[in-house]
């Protein structure tokens, strides 16, 4: 049923992992899709993938030189090399079509089929060729430079599992294999409304009342890092009928909706999800984000998520992006690379409720930043990372070991640990 949550406060707020739960319950990769392999790294793997063919299809040079049976080369030497027979020569895609017999050779080059009978390749710089004769100066093992059938890629063999995110090489194999799309799930679309009446599109420059709408910013690229496909999105004013009109045509797997999730008058959002579908959460113990919300749509999630950028992008972290990994197939956890390290100052908190702090590393510690409230964004910029102190802690001691998520994918900037 539609309730209306206005001014009712929050009394009732939920727990984060409450939260959590319900979403994970809620959501599942979404079916698969064929995408083109030049497009498909970073993509989600549907099914797992079974290799149909060998990988080479033949045995083949490792080097180029003389292809021939290695007990012909035993005993050969410097001083005392064995002359074979020189037939014709293999080039790869275009293999030798005769047979080597005992006392015969046949010039190789790398990645040519070997030729029948031959079974190892003498390398070039050993050989000297002469007329139809190679004299051979030193012997070389029967498999020697030489690569089995199959020696890459076995048939049968289940080179990548389903939820693999594909790496350049991954779709390289597949290639290799002989797929011409690999089977990933398709990405989740994201619509993306951002409301207030103070907002300028983003590349305006602020003036007078205005702010420019930083939140979209962010949450594209945050978006974009858990593999989402953001749709058009658009900036409203908080008018309740365009909030409404926006939301009724909404055509995505996930709604992100930036500010006006609170309580007050103007905070259309809560009451409008709830009208047109379900508002499942509505205020969360936590800080910052406390106005957060969880609601849906006609089938899609829909995250209420409060203006403030900390906020917004806080909220984004712990709800939106768990969900929108795993509608596409990725792990649900926190994507941030990790880092261990003691607290070089304590941090406050209250039990029942759970904090996102943002830090700094310095000299090896982890430094929560002081001007760090709701709304200041320039806090994140600092940052290197947040440390989560959970729900049933009354904050963190000075020089307690805490888990930092990292912002940065790769190594952090400005980090002098
Ligand atoms: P609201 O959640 O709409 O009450 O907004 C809370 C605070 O966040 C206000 O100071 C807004 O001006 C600010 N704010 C709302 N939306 C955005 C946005 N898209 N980008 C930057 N700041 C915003
Ligand atoms: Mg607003």
């Given at each position: 049923m539609p309730r209306d949550v206005r001014m009712k406060g929050f009394a009732e707020r939920a727990d984060v992992a409450e939260v959590q739960r319900f979403l994970a319950g809620r959501t599942a990769p979404l079916p698969a899709e064929p995408v083109p392999l030049f497009e498909c790294a970073g993509r989600v793997l549907a099914?797992?993938?079974?290799?149909?063919?060998?990988?080479?299809?033949?045995?083949?040079?490792?080097?180029?030189?003389y292809a021939l049976r290695g007990e012909d080369s035993f005993g050969a030497a410097p001083q005392d090399p064995i002359a074979l027979r020189l037939l014709g020569e293999a080039l790869p895609g275009r293999p030798f079509a005769g047979r080597v017999n005992a006392g015969e050779a046949v010039r190789i080059m790398t990645g040519a089929p070997l030729p029948e009978g031959a079974d190892a390749v003498a390398p070039a710089e050993t050989c000297a060729e002469s007329g139809d004769a190679v004299a051979v100066r030193e012997p070389v093992a029967p498999r020697s430079h030489a690569g089995a059938r199959g020696e890459d890629i076995r048939r049968g063999e289940v080179p990548l599992r389903a939820g693999r995110r594909l790496r350049p090489q991954d779709a390289g194999l597949l290639a290799a294999i002989g797929a011409a799309h690999a089977p990933c799930h398709r990405r989740p679309r994201v619509r993306l409304i951002?409301?207030?009446?103070?907002?300028?599109?983003?590349?305006?420059?602020?003036?007078?009342?205005?702010?420019?709408?930083?939140?979209?910013?962010?949450?594209?690229?945050?978006?974009?890092?858990?593999?989402?496909?953001?749709?058009?999105?658009?900036?409203?004013?908080?008018?309740?009928?365009?909030?409404?009109?926006?939301?009724?045509?909404?055509?995505?797997?996930?709604?992100?909706?930036?500010?006006?999730?609170?309580?007050?008058?103007?905070?259309?959002?809560?009451r409008l999800v709830a009208e047109l579908g379900a508002l499942h959460f509505h205020g969360v113990a936590m800080r910052p984000s406390s106005p957060a919300g969880v609601g849906e749509i006609a089938g899609a999630l829909a995250f209420l998520l409060p203006g403030n950028p900390v906020s917004c992008l806080c909220a984004y972290e712990f709800f939106a992006g768990p969900a929108l990994r795993k509608l596409g197939g990725r792990p649900?956890?926190?994507?941030?690379?990790?880092?261990?390290?003691?607290?070089?100052?304590?941090?406050?908190?209250?039990?029942?409720?759970?904090?996102?702090?943002?830090?700094?590393?310095?000299?090896?510690?982890?430094?929560?930043?002081?001007?760090?409230?709701?709304?200041?964004?320039?806090?994140?910029?600092?940052?290197?990372?947040?440390?989560?102190?959970?729900?049933?802690?009354?904050?963190?001691?000075?020089?307690?070991?805490?888990?930092?998520?990292?912002?940065d994918e790769c190594e952090a900037q400005g980090d002098a640990a």
């Open positions: 099914r797992d993938i079974r290799a149909e063919v060998d990988v080479p299809g033949f045995a083949r040079a490792a080097m180029d030189g951002t409301t207030g009446d103070e907002l300028l599109p983003p590349g305006s420059r602020p003036g007078g009342a205005r702010i420019v709408d930083s939140n979209s910013v962010v949450l594209a690229g945050l978006v974009a890092r858990d593999g989402g496909e953001l749709l058009r999105g658009e900036i409203l004013p908080d008018c309740e009928e365009r909030i409404r009109a926006a939301l009724c045509e909404a055509d995505a797997d996930l709604l992100l909706i930036s500010g006006g999730s609170s309580v007050g008058k103007e905070d259309f959002a809560p649900r956890s926190w994507p941030h690379r990790r880092r261990r390290a003691a607290l070089a100052r304590k941090i406050a908190s209250q039990i029942g409720r759970v904090d996102y702090v943002r830090v700094a590393l310095e000299n090896g510690r982890v430094l929560p930043l002081a001007t760090s409230g709701a709304s200041i964004l320039s806090s994140t910029v600092r940052a290197a990372g947040a440390v989560i102190v959970p729900r049933d802690r009354e904050g963190i001691p000075e020089g307690e070991e805490v888990e930092v998520l990292l912002y």
